[in-house]
């Protein structure tokens, strides 16, 4: 009995020439193309060109995952321009943009490619580093701080001196913390350099090394260390 007949794809589909085929695959080609520009501008700050704060919660919480399954730490550092809104009071927000879009520039030819840099809102700023411990995160953040500190931003006739604070906590195999509890972790360190004056890096181990120093040694190894 002979089978019953297979109904081919190729039978229902006209056949084309070469010249039509090329002219679908270039059609598939920009479809792809266009598809990868959405999916970038979806997690990409339109201003800097960093990731934006849904891509950064994302990341975070794959390298957190990660660290948990190999024992590689995360490491988090917090980054806030100093006086900030005192440029957009003075200068206007189109200065401020300028300023923002410079230090981000800064922030990607200083950190590693594997380095997730974000904008984590207004001036603030945030960098993920994977398998890197307490030391190596602290003194990226401290050469961070030394390159903008260092680094005019030029917006028109003006010439800006631009200084930041920031907070470094590194996320260990067998923390229990939460994806929040990390970031306020941080945050509050972020504040703290803050209330100590600004320009500096603040982390744990500072408070350790501090402890009995007076209060102008106290910042001085906070901006340092």
Known sequence: MKEPHEIRETELVPRRSDGENCMKLA???????????????????????????????????????????????????????????????????????????????????????LDIPCR???????????????????HLANRLRFIIEHSSVSAGNLVLEIKASFGVHVYNHGDKSTEKEFIDRVDRFLYTAKQEGRNRVCYASYYEKCEGLSGDKKRSLGKYL
């Open 27 to 113: 059609e598939v080609d920009q479809l792809r193309e266009e598809v990868r520009l959405l999916a970038a501008m979806v997690r990409t700050d339109e201003l800097t060109g960093l990731f934006n704060y849904r891509y950064f919660s994302e990341a975070l919480s794959l390298e957190m995952e990660r660290t948990r399954r190999s024992s590689q730490p995360t490491c988090l550092i917090m980054c806030d321009l100093d006086h900030f809104k005192s440029i957009n009071d003075i200068y206007g927000h189109e200065v401020g943009n300028v300023v923002l879009t410079q230090i981000s520039s800064l922030i990607r030819n200083t950190i590693r490619r």
């Open 120 to 138: 984590y809102g207004g001036e603030e700023f945030a960098l993920i580093l994977p398998d890197t411990n307490l030391r190596e995160g602290v």
